[in-house]
């Protein structure tokens, strides 16, 4: 698509299923004029692609592109070497847009002169369809025009804002300036992509207007159950991020300031593995994943990078359990050596 356009939405599309044309729908229904959607399928098996090809031969503004089955990073980054507009929107494939999410965000950005323009979400479980906000308005209201870094200071304050890239716009220049991109491979790659974004924004601003409805439902990578080396493999994952974002923190330390909240968040992405060790219930998996928490250093990461109280009694708390979980598997097995 050769036309210059304002604003690109570029979706990664793995076997969306009947939810697809939802999304689509909500897409084509935006109120913003100057918009293009780049829909990449990610080698779906599905009758998504075909569902997509029937948009994009009706649309002119929607265009689709195919690769091998590579992960929702690589699509997003395909996506961003395709985009032709000022700003980047994403979308997953199984939630939907607001009919005026990205007339008020970009409305905001133009305005403002912004590199990000973000709002508020709905969370709604879809098995139900029990909806709320993603923050709370008492817990951060919209705001004026902010630097990246104080923005993302005061968002991971409110213990409601999630690393999600869906809800805002994004300008592309400054993606290509600083070759920021997704990593490939990495689960919930977003938590590395909105942090460093944010440390390079200028201009950012807030509304508390729900603009994206996210669902909830078993088939979210987040909640897909796991047992066995499936588990570990996927808390390695989480360890992998608290190691990014421990690096992001000293490679940007002599550009922006490195509040408390920036060395906190990393702690707290640690301990969604230590919560995994008490809720995974096979013991031979759990002193597997003990074993990742010490063998990559993740309790001593924890250590140098827990700034408030309340975090710092989790912290000990949990490094105390850990320690003895580890320390009782291997006194049972010097006892049975013993006999």
């Known amino acids: 698509m050769s036309e210059f356009k304002r604003l690109s939405v570029i979706m990664p599309l793995y076997n969306a299923g009947d939810d697809f044309v939802a999304c689509m729908n909500s897409l084509v229904a935006q109120t913003y004029p100057e918009l293009e959607i780049i ?18 031969e009706k649309y002119a503004h929607i265009q689709l592109l195919h690769q091998s089955s590579a992960g929702a990073s690589v699509a997003r980054n395909r996506g961003l070497e395709a985009a032709t507009g000022e700003y980047v929107a994403f979308v997953d494939a199984d939630d939907i847009v607001y009919p005026d999410m990205y007339t008020v965000l970009m ?7 912004l590199d990000v323009a973000q709002c508020n979400s709905d969370w709604c479980i879809r098995s139900n369809g029990h909806t709320w906000p993603s923050i709370p308005v008492e817990r951060q209201g919209s705001t004026g025009v902010m630097r990246g870094p104080d923005w993302l200071r005061a968002a991971l304050a409110t ?19 600083t070759g920021i991109r997704f990593i490939p491979g990495l689960h919930h790659q977003d938590i ?27 088939q979210s990578v987040s909640r897909q159950r796991r047992s066995g080396d ?9 360890i992998r991020i608290t190691q990014l974002l421990e690096k992001m923190n000293r490679d940007y330390a002599d550009r922006i300031p490195i509040y408390p909240e920036f060395r906190d968040q990393i702690t707290r992405e640690a301990l969604r593995v230590c919560h995994a060790v008490r809720k995974e219930p096979n013991e031979e998996t759990r002193q597997k994943i003990i074993h990742e928490i010490f063998n990559s250093g993740t309790h001593r990461l924890m250590l140098r990078n827990t700034r408030s109280l309340k975090l710092w009694y989790q912290v000990l708390l949990w490094l105390t359990r850990l320690y003895c979980w580890r320390n009782r598997k291997t006194g049972v097995r010097r006892l049975l050596s013993l006999k």
């Open 230 to 238: 499936r588990n570990v493999a996927y808390q390695r994952h989480y």
């Open 107 to 113: 409305k905001m950005a133009q305005e403002d002169d």
């Open 39 to 56: 829909i990449v399928n990610d080698g779906s098996t599905d009758k998504s692609p075909e569902i997509a090809a029937r948009y994009a």
């Open 192 to 218: 590395i992509w909105s942090t460093e974004f944010m440390f390079n924004a200028r201009r950012v601003r807030y509304t508390q207007q729900p603009l994206y409805k996210y669902f909830i439902h078993e």
């Open 159 to 177: 213990r409601r804002w999630t690393h999600v890239v869906w809800m805002g716009v994004y300008r592309r220049t400054l993606l290509n300036q």
